[in-house]
């Protein structure tokens, strides 16, 4: 993610111009990593690991930015934002994400979000774009500016809605995302944070709704759909 580096801010890590940034992700283990690594460049004033959590805290704390994640129960980031930004427009959003897929990017912008980074971006790199987006910028590494730009460009009132894939749970999406692009089931477990067997739980649930037989068919499925 060397394409977000830039010079860090003066005095971002002093007194009074300390960021307020709220994080929103369901894996405990993320958060603090994240707590840790912006300790010196923001302050962190809450945390949340629900939609329904987020949405309280966030409006009793009312921070600079959110950093929040894309793919959660209840509806993920997308609820979170379309509960906040009627009630709450002057707090800003930075998705931050293991996905990188065009759906994702796309539906979280539409939704009222700042920005867009992966979980690959550096403490540094992440410190600066906070940074940016509580000033007002846009931030996206290239390949995922390419996305809303094609998106807004071409198609500026479409929907980004597929009857197929909304069938789909986030945690589905995210597991036949990581199986489309050849990652074990191991792998995969290692990716989300989660059990092998509810990785096939997961893979099983996505064949029965998708009428598929085996990996190889989702594979082209999403490959036609750009999710991989």
Same mark, same amino acid.
């Given at each position: 993610m060397g394409e977000l580096s830039m010079e860090p801010t003066e005095g971002a890590g002093a007194g009074p111009e300390r960021l307020r940034v709220f994080l929103v992700d369901d894996h405990a283990m993320f958060r603090a990593g994240v707590r840790a690594e912006l300790g010196a460049h923001v302050e962190v004033v809450g945390e949340a690991s629900t939609v329904a959590e987020a949405v309280t805290r966030i409006a009793a704390v009312q921070p600079d930015v959110v950093l929040l994640d894309v793919h959660m129960p209840d509806g993920?980031?997308?609820a979170v934002l379309d509960a906040m930004r009627r009630t709450?427009?002057?707090?800003?959003?930075l998705a931050l994400s293991v996905?990188?897929?065009?759906?994702d990017v796309i539906g #979280?912008?539409?939704a009222g979000?700042?920005?867009?980074?992966t979980k690959t971006i550096s403490p540094d790199e992440l410190a600066a774009a906070i940074r940016r987006v509580a000033d007002g910028d846009a931030v996206f590494s290239p390949r995922l500016a390419g996305f809303v730009l094609d998106a807004f460009a071409a198609r500026p009132d479409a929907p980004?809605?597929?009857?197929?894939?909304d069938q789909l749970t986030n945690r589905e999406r995210e597991v036949l995302r990581l199986l489309a692009r050849g990652y074990a089931y191991k792998e995969?477990?290692?990716e989300l944070y989660i059990s092998i067997k509810t990785?096939?739980?997961?893979?099983?649930?996505? #064949?029965r709704k998708l009428q598929m037989s085996n990996r190889y068919e989702l594979s082209r499925w999403a490959a036609d759909r750009r999710l991989v």
């Amino acid at each position: 993610m060397g394409e977000l580096s830039m010079e860090p801010t003066e005095g971002a890590g002093a007194g009074p111009e300390r960021l307020r940034v709220f994080l929103v992700d369901d894996h405990a283990m993320f958060r603090a990593g994240v707590r840790a690594e912006l300790g010196a460049h923001v302050e962190v004033v809450g945390e949340a690991s629900t939609v329904a959590e987020a949405v309280t805290r966030i409006a009793a704390v009312q921070p600079d930015v959110v950093l929040l994640d894309v793919h959660m129960p209840d509806g993920g980031g997308r609820a979170v934002l379309d509960a906040m930004r009627r009630t709450h427009p002057q707090v800003k959003f930075l998705a931050l994400s293991v996905s990188d897929a065009a759906e994702d990017v796309i539906g #979280l912008i539409r939704a009222g979000a700042r920005g867009y980074v992966t979980k690959t971006i550096s403490p540094d790199e992440l410190a600066a774009a906070i940074r940016r987006v509580a000033d007002g910028d846009a931030v996206f590494s290239p390949r995922l500016a390419g996305f809303v730009l094609d998106a807004f460009a071409a198609r500026p009132d479409a929907p980004v809605a597929d009857p197929e894939l909304d069938q789909l749970t986030n945690r589905e999406r995210e597991v036949l995302r990581l199986l489309a692009r050849g990652y074990a089931y191991k792998e995969i477990a290692k990716e989300l944070y989660i059990s092998i067997k509810t990785v096939e739980t997961h893979v099983s649930n996505v #064949l029965r709704k998708l009428q598929m037989s085996n990996r190889y068919e989702l594979s082209r499925w999403a490959a036609d759909r750009r999710l991989v």
